[in-house]
Every structure is written in structure tokens, then in C-alpha cells.
């Protein structure tokens, strides 16, 4: 018995790239439904094969991708758009800093690459593997990352040109989509957390949804949502010192 858990650690330390895709797996059912969701959502919103591919590469991030095409439907301003998607992917500069300090011995552009990849799903598979482990290899974070780009990647082109098929995605809730993971997400968060930090929650979102209401009499929508969004975070790290 103790030999055979031997030989499987040996073979995570031996193929870490291998193990970080093992570990990946999980997590790529979100990935493919959401990712196939937003292919669909971009289709409607007019966008063709080339711009959801180069949003789907170059962005990659489910949130700030479904914005992109609400904000162009919109007519919003490219500016507008460029800083939402800007505010809305801030949170993965701090994701990177969280895990920086275990890749020093790397190069620079070896770290932009972890840094670039990293994602919600997989930061938070990174952290439990440092909870566990207190160590993370490089080539262990490069599997658990590419295997979440290249599936996010082939689910948005899939579910795009589903969309040439699906003309109203928002009769079958595809819309809804990400916004149902982000409540289910919101759901969890709450359930884990005690009473004090549970009632500290509650009452960030209550003063978000009272900011935005105020805030949407004197500006637009979107630009509503982001100002509330950052008076609620920075009211969060001041209760929090």
C-alpha cells in the first residue's frame, strides 16, 4: 500500500505538466458551458468568426467577454468599453501577486505567461494545491493552465458557430449563463463563511445595490456599476483592517 502511494507521488513529481492537466479536468465542465454559452451570445451580437476567435485569444476572461458584446450592442463608447473590461479583469493582477512569490526563480516572461493565464477556476485550483502542498512548480501551473485556455478556447468557436443555428440565446437562458455561475459562485462564498464575515457580505452587496441605483440617476448604466463596484471594495478593505 505505502509503495503504490509512493509510485503516484513519484509520478506527480516525475510529470508535472501531466498533473496539472489531471488536476484541470474538474474544472472544465464550467469552461466548456460557459464557453460555448458566450460563442452563442457573440454569434447574436453580430460579431463574426474572427472577432470572437481574437476576443476569445487575446482577452480570455468569460466575464469581460459577454460585457464586450452588451457594450457594443449598446453602442458604447470604445473607451467606455476598454476601461469596463479593464476594471472588470483587475482582479486577476491580484490573483498573479497572490502566487508570484512562488515563481521568483522563473524568468520575467516565463511569470507574464503564468500571470496571463491565470483564471478564477484555476487560481482557485492553485491555491488548495498550495494549501495542500505548500509548493507549485511551474510546469504543474502551465498544464493546469493550458488545458483550461485551449478548452475555453474551442468551447467559444463551438458554440459560435452553433449560433449561425441559435438566432435568440436568451430564449433558451444562454445570457444568463454567466450570471448564473457568479451567483452560484456568490452562493458557496456566503456558505463558507462565518457569521461576521457573512453579515460583512451581505451588507457590501446591499451598498453596491444602493450605489448603483443612486448612481445610475446622474450617469450611465455601465459606468454606475463600476464606481459602486469600487466605493463597495474599498469600504470592504477598510472594514477588513
Known sequence: MNSSVENVQYEQVKHPFLQGIRD???TLLGYISIGVAFGIVGSASQLNMIEITLLTILVYAGSAQFIFCALVLSGTPPLVIIFTIFIVNL???LMSLSVASYFTKYSYLRNIGFGSLLTDETFGVA????MQTKEMSGRWL???NITAYVAWIVSCLGGALLGKWITAPEKWGLDFALIAMFVALL???LQSAGKTRLAKNLCLIGTVAILMYVFS???P??????LSTIFAATIGVVMDR
Open 24 to 26: 484541470c479536468i474538474p
Open 142 to 144: 502551465d498544464g493546469l
Open 91 to 93: 482582479r486577476h493582477f
Open 127 to 130: 491555491i488548495t494545491k498550495l
Open 221 to 226: 448604466l455601465h459606468l454606475a456599476v463600476i
Open 217 to 219: 440617476y446622474f450617469m
Open 187 to 189: 452562493v458557496l462564498q
